[in-house]
Each structure stands twice: as structure tokens, then as C-alpha cells.
């Protein structure tokens, strides 16, 4: 479970990030829903630690996330925004590496690295250079280098920015997989298909503030609107709704 109270971040004379606050649950997807700069990236980031918010506060299954970013981490899997990964290392080499680095044992580590090959379907790539790969078979790497060590909260930034269809379906089944495995899922997009496809819950974030939070349905039925990109339209007060 992650909980967000009153997050603020500024660069400079830019606020990004303005009392931001919302519950991410167990068991659940959570949608952060958003245009490009509404500050759903500086969000992720201040619960990962890569940030260090002006105020507010950061539970990650209760470990203060501010106060003690390091234990908190231990309890995430994130797939960022910069997939990061080591050009000479192979998939496999990249997850046996982050594995290590997750203090996990050398038994554990080939389980779970033969469990994810097949998950995402990685087996044609597995022992390939990620210079070689695509981005979509990047993105898999990145996402099996966050789920290596089975975290029971998950963080995704845009995890389908430029894959293909296919890719992306893949992406989309296995955040249902992992919410029916009870894991905490919280993804950041501004595809509407996306989080109407696999959201249990949407938190609306514009120009750094949450607007809206809520159901799928409760967001329909506090516009009057059925399609979410219409609700979104709404919501955030812009022009050129669908009729």
C-alpha cells in the first residue's frame, strides 16, 4: 500500500508538484491520469526516493518513505520513465546483476529470472544485448529488472510510450496479473483506452494538483459523462469534448 499526503515539489519558480495526496491499495490499479507536465512523473519519482519533496509525506506498507527511503525502496518495483539499461549486458545479465543487488540467492535468482522470461515473453531475446533490442523488448527487461524481486508495490511510468500493439497488450495483461496477484499498482499515463482498460481507480492530476480522484464509474457519474477522455476533458476544464 502506498499513501501520499500534501506532496510539494518546486524547481525553481516552477511548482511541479502541489499538494499532491492520494492511497494507493493492495490488490488494486491505480491510475495516475494526466496531460504531459502535470506533474505525474515528479510524483513517482518523490515515491521512489530519486526526489526529495519540499513537504508532505510518503508511506510505502507504512515505512516512511522521506525518513527512510532505503527501507521503503525494498518494498518497490519501479519501471521509470528512463529505462536505463546497461547497452553490453544481456536481459539475462541485466536481471541476474539487479537480482544481486536485491540481496537475492543464486537459486532464487534463476527462478525467478526463468519465471519472467517467460511472463514477458522474452525467450527470443533473453540472451541478446540490450543494444540490440528494440524498445519495445527494452521496456520488458526494464519491467522483469523491477518484478525480479517480487515487490508488493509496483511503479509504472508510461509503461507502453512507443511499443507496439502487441507490446502493449502485453504490458496492459500483465498489470492485471499482477493486481489479481495482489500487488499494489500504480501507473502513470494519458492514454484514456489504457487506464480505462485496467484501472480500479483514477487520480486526475493537472498542472501539479489533484483535481479528481475516485472509480472509473464514480468519475462518470460526477460528470454525467460515459467516455473517460470526455470526463478527463471535464474534469481538467479544457475545450473540444466529444458530442
Known amino acids: 500500500m502506498i ?16 499538494d499532491v495526496s492520494f492511497e494507493a491499495r493492495n490488490g488494486e490499479v491505480t491510475a495516475l491520469l494526466g496531460e504531459n507536465g502535470a506533474g505525474k512523473t515528479t510524483t513517482l519519482r518523490s515515491i521512489y526516493g530519486l526526489i526529495q519533496p519540499d513537504a508532505g509525506e510518503v508511506r510505502v506498507d507504512g515505512v516512511d518513505g522521506i525518513a527512510q527511503p532505503q527501507s521503503a525502496r525494498r518494498g518497490l ?57 528494440s524498445h519495445g523488448e527494452n521496456t520488458k527487461v526494464a519491467l522483469a529488472r523491477a518484478l525480479l524481486h517480487d515487490p508488493a508495490n509496483i511503479l509504472l511510468d508510461e509503461p507502453t510510450t512507443g511499443l507496439d500493439v502487441m507490446s502493449t497488450r502485453a504490458v496492459r495483461e500483465l498489470i492485471v496479473q499482477l493486481r489479481e496477484r495482489g500487488k499494489c499498482v500504480v501507473f502513470s499515463s494519458h492514454v484514456m483506452q489504457e487506464v480505462a482498460a ?28 460515459d467516455d473517460l477522455e470526455d470526463v478527463f476533458v471535464a474534469l481538467t476544464g479544457h475545450s473540444g469534448a466529444r458530442e
Open 77 to 133: 518495483g519501479v519501471l521509470s520513465e528512463a529505462r536505463g539499461l546497461y547497452p553490453r549486458l544481456t536481459a539475462r545479465e541485466h536481471m541476474r546483476y539487479f537480482a544481486h543487488l536485491q540481496g537475492l540467492g543464486r537459486a532464487e535468482t534463476e527462478t525467478r529470472c526463468e519465471d519472467l522470461v517467460e511472463l514477458l515473453g522474452m525467450g527470443d531475446f533473453a540472451d541478446r544485448r540490450a543494444a540490440g533490442l
Open 3 to 18: 499513501e501520499v499526503r500534501g506532496l510539494r515539489k518546486c524547481f525553481g519558480d516552477v511548482v511541479a508538484v502541489d
Open 198 to 225: 485496467v484501472s480500479d481507480r483514477i487520480v486526475v492530476v493537472s498542472a501539479g494538483r489533484v483535481i479528481a480522484s475516485g472509480t472509473p464509474a464514480e468519475l462518470r457519474r460526477s460528470t454525467g459523462l
